[in-house]
């Protein structure tokens, strides 16, 4: 069934990126039609990882909407007002709010838009269609709906990154930490041993979270680092989740970002907050006091074999040691990977661009390294077929990392500036008022704009030989140019 409504802005996905750009078209005055598609049956947000005790690391006034909008009616702050909580919030003096509170947060200001969400709909495929007035973005869901939309907002997260070692197994028993909790409950009523692959913030979310269930036996750490790690929390550092520090990122070479993030990685990737490592570390020395084997810490190791022994659905995980090349074998009931999220790039865990975007990818523009150009607002330049047909639009909310800096990996930190940059490139330009490129707001749907170096899937160099050298996109042309 398709919706012959051509909507003006169609978000794939409404976790907390576009949930935040939701909240900012509505506060900056946007009059176009907007809709957004959710796979879940209703607003979650790291439902599968709402552990008891679990907190944000985020200052909660860098919230949906505060950094932008003090005065927005949807802020944290006046979450916690209406739910009669704020006095109680502020008694108990925490640096971060609790993991369960904040979802509860997002629900709430989730609830404000559920008319323009259909949720219980995963999207399946985007491709491109021709109407009468140019061409639109036209989205398939698994229930058989069709959408059409000028413009396309992909906010759904990254994939989950599996290691290939476990491809094969993934099921009830062995899951990525993305399906932990709904997981585990269906495991229920077994003395369990569960092996947990990863040395991140999940990672030992989770080895603590087990270690308080009664129904497990023993839990086993493995990871290829020595244990786990101190996350970065220098106000320095952290710096990268500052506005700022996207405008000095965004601009460098390929090579200096990934040197850059590869010398910043402690502070997002693989690293622990000071409180649960102190936690794991007191919990392990009164197991040595006990005599107790049920947890045991694997550092310096990886899964290099998993194969099925005996019955009842038992893995047996062959573990090398990385650094001498030794071998031992465990067997467990449950392999959870904490492994995290696999990065747009050309590297053998990466994507070259997210799954979704596999039917219009021979119209974006590439970067040097031939993955999709994202413009400073976030959008992708999309070819489009005639200098007077529709402009096609889309941008990726949350999905940047590689040009955009680590602040864009999941960071709740940047949600508001994000979603400002997104928000304000889709407000249209008056007519009669000239935009940053010299053009009419009027007329700019005649004019062509700057042409980027490539275009996906035609190898062609546009400035160096002409428009007629696109190839394969035959007399397509390119709408956006990078900023």
Same mark, same amino acid.
């Given at each position: 069934?398709?919706e012959?409504?051509?909507h003006s802005?169609?978000g794939i996905?409404?976790?907390?990126a576009?949930l935040?750009l939701?909240?900012?078209?509505?506060?900056?005055?946007?009059t176009?039609?907007?809709?957004?598609?959710?796979?879940?049956?209703d607003?979650?947000?790291?439902?599968e990882?709402?552990?008891?005790?679990? !907190?944000?690391?985020?200052?909660?006034?860098?919230?949906l909407?505060?950094?932008?909008?003090?005065?927005?009616?949807y802020?944290?702050?006046n979450?916690?007002?209406s739910?009669?909580?704020?006095?109680?919030?502020?008694?108990?003096?925490?640096?971060f709010?609790?993991?369960?509170?904040?979802?509860?947060?997002?629900?709430?200001? +989730?609830?404000?838009?559920?008319?323009?969400?259909?949720?219980?709909?995963?999207?399946?495929r985007l491709?491109?269609?021709?109407t009468a007035?140019g061409?639109?973005?036209?989205l398939?869901?698994d229930?058989?709906?069709?959408y059409?939309? %000028?413009?396309?907002v992909?906010?759904t997260?990254?994939s989950p990154?599996?290691?290939p070692?476990?491809r094969?197994?993934l099921?009830p028993?062995?899951f990525?930490a993305t &399906?932990?909790l709904?997981s585990?409950?269906? #495991?229920?009523?077994r003395?369990l &041993?569960?092996?947990?692959v990863?040395?991140?913030?999940s990672? @030992?979310e @989770?080895v603590?979270?087990? $270690?308080g269930?009664?129904?497990?036996?023993?839990?086993?750490?493995?990871?290829?680092g020595?244990?786990f790690?101190?996350?970065?929390?220098?106000?320095?550092s952290?710096?990268?989740? #500052?506005?700022?520090f996207i !405008?000095y990122?965004?601009p460098?070479p390929a %090579?200096t970002k990934?040197?850059?993030?590869?010398? #910043?990685?402690?502070?997002?990737?693989?690293?622990?907050?000071?409180d649960?490592?102190d936690?794991l570390a007191?919990?392990q020395?009164?197991?040595?006091?006990?005599?107790?084997d049920? $947890?045991?810490l694997?550092?310096f190791?990886e *899964?290099?074999?998993?194969?099925p022994?005996?019955?009842g659905g038992?893995?047996?995980?062959?573990?090398r040691?990385?650094n001498n090349?030794?071998r031992?074998?465990y067997?467990?009931?449950?392999?959870v990977?904490?492994?995290?999220f696999?990065?747009?790039?050309?590297?053998?865990?990466? %994507?070259?661009?997210?799954?979704?975007l +596999?039917d219009?990818?021979?119209r $974006?523009?590439?970067?040097e390294?031939?993955i999709?150009a994202v413009?400073?607002?976030y959008s992708?330049p999309?070819?489009?077929? +005639?200098?007077g047909?529709?402009?096609?639009?889309?941008?990726l909310?949350? #999905?940047?990392e590689?040009?955009?800096?680590m602040?864009?990996?999941? +960071?709740?930190?940047? /949600?508001?500036?994000?979603?400002?940059d997104i928000a %304000?490139s889709l407000?249209?330009?008056?007519e009669?008022?000239?935009?940053?490129?010299?053009v /009419?707001?009027?007329?700019?749907?005649l004019?062509?704009d700057?042409?980027? !170096?490539?275009?996906l899937g035609s190898?062609?160099? *546009?400035p160096?030989?002409g428009?007629?050298d696109?190839?394969?996109?035959g !007399? /397509?042309?390119?709408?956006?140019?990078?900023?």
């Amino acid at each position: 069934m398709t919706e012959h409504e051509i909507h003006s802005v169609l978000g794939i996905g409404f976790g907390p990126a576009n949930l935040s750009l939701a909240v900012t078209l509505e506060e900056l005055g946007y009059t176009g039609r907007s809709r957004f598609v959710e796979r879940a049956a209703d607003f979650q947000w790291q439902d599968e990882q709402l552990i008891d005790g679990a !907190d944000i690391q985020n200052n909660p006034f860098r919230d949906l909407t505060m950094p932008r909008n003090t005065g927005s009616a949807y802020t944290f702050v006046n979450y916690l007002a209406s739910q009669g909580r704020l006095t109680d919030y502020l008694h108990l003096n925490a640096k971060f709010p609790l993991r369960r509170e904040y979802a509860g947060y997002l629900r709430w200001v +989730a609830d404000s838009f559920r008319d323009a969400v259909d949720y219980g709909r995963s999207a399946t495929r985007l491709t491109v269609a021709d109407t009468a007035d140019g061409e639109v973005f036209r989205l398939e869901t698994d229930d058989g709906r069709e959408y059409l939309g %000028e413009t396309v907002v992909i906010g759904t997260g990254r994939s989950p990154r599996i290691p290939p070692v476990f491809r094969r197994s993934l099921g009830p028993t062995v899951f990525h930490a993305t &399906r932990y909790l709904s997981s585990l409950r269906r #495991l229920r009523g077994r003395a369990l &041993r569960v092996a947990v692959v990863g040395g991140s913030q999940s990672a @030992i979310e @989770i080895v603590l979270d087990l $270690l308080g269930r009664d129904d497990v036996a023993q839990v086993v750490s493995v990871q290829r680092g020595i244990g786990f790690r101190l996350k970065d929390t220098s106000p320095y550092s952290r710096r990268v989740f #500052l506005p700022e520090f996207i !405008d000095y990122f965004y601009p460098l070479p390929a %090579e200096t970002k990934r040197r850059i993030r590869a010398e #910043l990685r402690s502070i997002n990737y693989a690293a622990c907050d000071q409180d649960v490592i102190d936690r794991l570390a007191t919990v392990q020395h009164e197991y040595a006091l006990k005599g107790s084997d049920r $947890l045991r810490l694997m550092p310096f190791s990886e *899964v290099s074999e998993v194969a099925p022994h005996g019955s009842g659905g038992v893995h047996r995980l062959v573990v090398r040691d990385v650094n001498n090349d030794t071998r031992s074998v465990y067997d467990a009931d449950v392999v959870v990977l904490a492994t995290g999220f696999r990065d747009f790039g050309l590297g053998p865990d990466d %994507e070259p661009y997210h799954p979704l975007l +596999a039917d219009v990818a021979d119209r $974006l523009a590439l970067t040097e390294e031939g993955i999709p150009a994202v413009a400073r607002d976030y959008s992708v330049p999309v070819a489009r077929r +005639a200098y007077g047909s529709r402009p096609l639009r889309l941008y990726l909310n949350g #999905l940047c990392e590689a040009s955009h800096g680590m602040g864009d990996a999941g +960071a709740l930190a940047v /949600l508001s500036a994000r979603s400002t940059d997104i928000a %304000e490139s889709l407000m249209p330009e008056p007519e009669g008022v000239l935009g940053p490129d010299g053009v /009419l707001g009027s007329d700019r749907a005649l004019q062509p704009d700057r042409t980027p !170096d490539r275009v996906l899937g035609s190898g062609a160099l *546009v400035p160096d030989h002409g428009i007629g050298d696109i190839g394969d996109l035959g !007399d /397509l042309v390119v709408d956006e140019a990078l900023r």
